[in-house]
């Protein structure tokens, strides 16, 4: 019985940026960590969240719609997150050009490592192996 599972992409973007969020609050805050490095780990994190998701429950690459759908949707909700936090800066009167093209480096990496994670050659490397 050959069963194809379904995920959907928009689940799964969620649940990335709440745990994005959620990192981000638990490193930068409570434990007072920063800079890009921190940035890149919870990235990592996240995307390696995201794929191994992918690997152990839905046990199948995923097709181009899903894989883009869910890369678009994440970007997508990352985007709004940072322009958010921008216009709540710019309120308050703190927002300059550093801050914005560091607030634009920081939301880069997210996306960069969802599009190398969720890589078609990196799906079919690990579900070769199997």
Avoid at 19 to 36: D, H, P, Q, T, W
Avoid at 66 to 79: K, N, P, Q, T, V
Avoid at 83 to 97: K, M, P, R, Y
Wanted: aromatic share 14%; proline share 3%; charged share 10%.
């Amino acid at each position: 019985m050959d069963e194809t599972r379904i995920f959907s992409p928009l689940k799964l973007a969620l649940s990335c940026v709440v745990a994005a969020i959620s990192l981000n609050f638990l490193l930068r805050v409570l434990f007072k960590f920063e800079g890009v490095s921190i940035t890149m780990l919870i990235a990592g994190c996240v995307a390696g969240f995201a794929l191994l998701w992918v690997v152990k429950v839905v046990q199948r690459p995923p097709t181009n719609q899903e894989r883009s759908r869910f890369l678009l949707l994440y970007s997508g909700i990352l985007a709004f997150t940072c322009l958010v936090i921008a216009s709540l800066a710019a309120i308050n009167g703190t927002l300059n050009t550093g801050g914005i093209i560091i607030l634009i480096v920081h939301y880069l990496v997210y996306p960069f490592f969802a599009l190398t994670f969720f890589s078609e050659k990196q799906f079919a490397s690990i579900f070769k192996k199997q």
